[in-house]
């Protein structure tokens, strides 16, 4: 019964500090004068038992309420009682130390202006100083005494909820997320050290009284020896490969990881810990970081009317942002998709005040609607982001993707040189490199029309509209891609489908995409195809089997990976070039230009007009047939256009 009733009181005095408010300031401001008083009481008993006599020009009373009335007016001047004390920080004792120090200084002053006029002073100088001391230590002691109690007592959480974790670093950065963790409210880990590659010493060491370990083995071997579960890289001077090998094995032997971003100086610790997020799989690509030449960039673009279509998809919206901060004087999105682009538009407005943002909601196949565009916004610079791009819906509405990819693309070009744009940048996919498929033909048939209009017009004129292509894989995290439905499927316990455990695919971020994108746009010439260095392939299984681990389960137990097959058009394997086709570097190691030999314009635009004006009524056999004539390297995969190609 005894043991019963000290829980339960625990648990009813826990519950009440936890919804304690805060104290109001002047009760704060008292107790800190209290403090003071405390300190010359003690200083009193402590001169008067050394053998020196009291200066009696006052009486005692007197003397240590000017010590009191001038203490309190620096807390007042200073504010050192509007701090929260729970939630007290370093700023907090250097206030107190100023004010202190300050008053001892005040008074100091008073007592030699005394010794001046009177000739006796009003103090013992070393009377003085020990209250100075002694009133710095008891508000600072106090302070401590307060933080330590809400954190260990009034703020406790049942430790066996917390999940036990590693830091790895031990530089200023790390102490200040352990710091950040261990006044988070409501805690969610437990430090149990930190692990340092750099300490070679073999003395054990420690900080915020947690070991330091020094990386001798394995991570995961330290991470079991120290009962973790998981682990927070905070290394600022780690390479992205070492982050990349700490993910992986931890991952690999089912332990929790945790990213934070290089902290600041002016940081709380209460941003910091809301900045501790796991891993995600963009985290672990592997790919070296964007140099972008922002100048050239920035000279393309400034004070520039800009075109973007497809603006609400996820690589037309993320040009929208990227352009928008080269400050032009106007983006015109455009798209057809009526809440994506109006979602856009609420995002973005406002975000730079000095351009104009404007909002068109047309499809790209109707000429009168977009040449009215032209006609009012007369864009300098075009980005044609805009494309049906799923494979198996393609094969499935063949004219859907002439009409969009082909002859969308086709309205554009022609009203760019019509209205004499200067730039047209056109956005293409590595699908449309020996293509398998109807999506990847249609973008190859839109890059040839592009392609060879801009030769033709060179022929006619130095000033004609330069046209470029970019040409890159797929994009993780686009609407519609493989990482959001992987993520949906982990959400739901799986299975994870995927389409042959042998596939292969290049990935970039979205960010990553579109900054090459704007890259390739200024150094064209036009007529060219730049293609993306995309980094290493990535097995898609290998892909599902880290995403499920990063999640916190068990590929094959918790979450199972289910091979379905291979959809129709789909390849093992993409390619960045045809086999004919070879590159010439440009002045960004990332940016490769593909030489693909032109074809003659009046004859592609003749085979193309064909294609076009007869796919709304021919039947879908008679639509792939055409588009196989135009592209003689299209051969259908997993496809029912398959017999078309013997």
């Known amino acids: 019964m005894n043991a019963a009733f000290k829980y339960m009181m625990a648990k009813i005095s826990k519950k009440r500090f936890r919804n304690m408010g805060y104290l ?27 053998s020196a006599n009291f200066y009696k020009n006052l009486n005692m009373p007197v003397r240590y309420a ?52 009177f000739g006796q002073q009003l103090y013992m100088n070393t009377g003085l100083f020990i209250s100075y001391v002694i ?47 261990k006044t988070e409210t409501p805690a969610r880990f437990k430090l149990r050290g930190f692990i340092d590659k750099y300490h ?28 973790a579960e998981a682990l927070i890289i905070a290394e600022k001077g780690l390479s992205r490969e070492e982050i990349v090998a700490i993910v992986e094995e931890c991952l690999e032997y089912n332990f929790k990881v945790f990213t934070v971003p290089v902290i600041t100086d002016w940081e709380d610790q209460d941003h910091i810990s809301k900045k501790v997020k796991s891993f995600e799989i963009e985290d672990l690509l592997e790919r070296k970081p964007i140099d972008l030449h922002m100048d050239e960039i920035s000279k393309q673009l400034k004070g520039k009317k800009v075109l973007i279509t497809g603006a609400a998809g996820s690589i037309g919206s993320e040009i929208v942002r990227q352009v928008l901060e080269f400050g032009p004087s106007k983006i015109v999105m455009l798209d057809q998709a ?66 969009t990819n082909v002859f969308g693309t086709m309205n554009l070009a022609d009203l760019a040189n019509q209205y004499e744009v200067e730039r047209f940048v056109m956005v293409s996919t590595d699908k449309a490199v020996n293509p398998s498929s109807v999506m990847g033909a249609s973008k190859r048939i839109a890059e040839k029309y592009v392609q060879s209009l801009h030769y033709k017009l060179q022929q006619e004129s130095d000033n004609a509209t330069k046209f470029i292509t970019t040409r890159f894989g797929n994009v993780l995290g686009s609407n519609g891609s493989i990482v959001p439905l992987f993520t949906k499927q982990i959400q739901e316990g799986g299975p994870i489908t995927i389409t042959h455990p042998e596939i292969i695919r290049y990935f970039m971020t979205i960010p990553e995409a579109c900054q090459l994108v704007l890259e390739a746009g200024t150094m064209g010439n036009g007529g060219e195809i730049f293609i993306f260095d ?6 898609i299984i290998d892909l599902a089997k880290k995403m499920i681990r990063l999640a ?32 010439l570097p440009t002045h960004n190691d990332q940016i490769m230009i593909a030489i693909d030999p032109a074809d003659d314009f009046e004859q592609v635009s003749m085979s193309i007009k064909d294609l ?29 256009f398959q017999m078309l190609d013997q």
């Open 24 to 50: 109001p300031r002047w009760i704060i401001f008292l107790i800190d004068v209290f403090i003071v008083f405390v300190a010359s009481v003690v200083t009193y008993f402590i001169v008067e038992s050394l």
């Open 66 to 117: 000017l010590v009191i009335f001038v203490n309190a007016f620096f807390f007042l001047l200073y504010r050192t009682y509007a701090g929260i004390i729970r939630h007290s920080t370093f700023i907090d004792c250097v206030k107190l130390l100023v004010s202190t120090s300050t008053a001892f200084v005040a008074l100091a002053a008073i007592n030699l202006s005394w010794l001046l006029v």
């Open 135 to 181: 009133s710095f230590l008891l508000l600072f002691l106090f302070r401590i005494l307060v933080k330590h109690f809400f954190e260990k007592y009034a703020n406790s959480v049942d430790a066996k909820k917390l999940m036990p974790l590693v830091i790895y670093g031990a530089d200023a950065n790390a102490i200040s997320i352990a710091n950040a963790l």
């Open 200 to 227: 070679q010493d073999k003395t054990s060491k420690r900080i915020l009284n947690l070991p330091i370990v020094n990386q001798n083995k394995s991570i995961h071997v330290i991470m079991r020896a120290m009962k």
């Open 338 to 403: 009526e809440t994506p682009l109006h979602n856009l538009a609420l995002e973005i407005n406002g975000l730079n005040p000095a351009v104009k943002i404007k909002t068109v909601l047309a499809d790209i196949r109707n000429w009168d609607v977009i040449e009215n565009v032209f006609r009012t916004y007369r864009p300098d610079v075009v980005y044609h982001a805009a494309a049906y791009k799923h494979v198996p819906l393609m094969e499935e509405n063949p004219s859907q993707a002439v009409c």
């Open 534 to 539: 995309m980094g290493e392939p990535v097995k």
């Open 552 to 583: 916190g389960y068990t590929p094959g137990k918790e979450i199972e990976i289910k091979i379905i097959g291979l959809r129709p058009g789909e390849k093992l394997f993409e390619e960045l070039l045809n086999d004919t086709s070879k590159t």
């Open 612 to 640: 076009c004006e007869t796919a709304k009524y021919i039947t879908n056999d008679e639509i792939v047939f055409k588009m196989k004539k135009i592209v003689p390297e299209f051969k259908s995969l997993n496809s029912m």
